[in-house]
């Protein structure tokens, strides 16, 4: 979407919103969030005193989504907007036109990983703000950060909840230090630490549990490898005893499959997360999922 037009549509959404409907006619406090991470933060700190809304549909692929006139509305009228700045680039946009003094900027309270060489292969590291990694939700201990000043970022600007919107965070951050726990067990046992993924969303996690991730393309995942990289990959692969190549759920496995049949593996699933299928699930049970594929793939006793 050009921004002149961006910026029309979101001075009429002002507009139609200046009375400041940041309460839905039911007297919840709204909350507008880029993608299904930040829904899941959101509607378990807001409980029933909130309404989310995702400006990412379920089963479309968050990276370079845009955003409808009535997205765009939504935007603007929200008490709220939570995103990662440098993810989406229409979200910011919007974001910035509109609700940059209404927003909360996961990225903001934690530290980003910057992006390597290996993931930065080719030109997808420019679709990365600053060559930062953005998937931090898949580390349980920084997402259980991220939680708690989300929490208090949504009691500032409703602060009639705000001690209701502190106990769900303190709630939630118990289960993810749990899954963060049952991860560690978990993983510190695995006969191999090599993770070969279709593409480097697996960073946080790796580098929480200690282990090494081999992407077949960068951050971007629709990206297309080099042959070079590709022959990278498999020789790597094969040095490593490689068992298993993970593809994820929002993307064509084809190009994890060729590198299976070429070094003699097979392929499962790894959900970077990044949007539910289906809406089956939640945030623990995929994240469970994800550990038990790693935990079959890396031999973990």
Request: hydrophobic share 40%; proline share 5%; with cysteine.
């Amino acid at each position: 979407m050009r921004r002149p037009l961006l910026a029309a549509l979101l001075m009429l959404a002002a507009l139609a919103g200046c009375g400041g409907q940041a309460a839905t006619a039911d007297g919840k406090f709204q909350v507008v969030t880029a993608f299904y991470p930040l829904q899941f933060l959101s509607e378990r700190i807001g409980g029933d005193m909130v309404s989310v809304t995702n400006l990412t549909k379920p089963g479309a692929e968050p990276h370079d989504i845009e955003l409808t006139p009535r997205q765009v509305g939504d935007v603007a009228q929200a008490g709220l907007a939570v995103y990662i700045k440098g993810f989406q680039p229409a979200v910011d946009e919007a974001i910035n036109l509109e609700a940059k003094d209404k927003s909360f900027n996961a990225a903001s309270v934690v530290p980003l990983l910057k992006l390597d060489g290996e993931e930065e292969h080719g030109h997808e590291h420019e679709e990365a703000a600053g060559g930062e990694d953005p998937h931090v939700w898949l580390d349980p201990v920084r997402f259980a950060t991220i939680a708690g000043k989300l929490a208090e970022r949504m009691g500032q600007a409703d602060p009639a909840h705000a001690a209701d919107y502190t106990g769900r965070a303190n709630a939630l951050v118990g289960e993810l230090e749990a899954l963060n726990t049952e991860f560690a067990n978990t993983l510190k046992t695995c006969e191999r630490r090599e993770l070969v993924t279709s593409h480097t969303a697996f960073a946080y996690l790796a580098e929480r549990y200690d282990l090494h991730q081999v992407g077949i393309t960068g951050i971007s995942p629709e990206a297309e490898p080099s042959p070079q990289r590709l022959a990278a990959v498999a020789k790597e692969a094969r040095e490593t005893g490689t068992t298993t190549i993970y593809f994820e759920t929002l993307v064509s496995p084809a190009v994890a499959e060729t590198l299976a049949r070429e070094v003699g593996a097979k392929t499962a699933v790894l959900d970077p997360l990044e949007g539910l299928v289906d809406q089956k699930g939640d945030y623990f049970s995929v994240m469970r999922q994800n550990l038990a594929a790693l935990t079959a793939g890396l031999g973990c006793k």
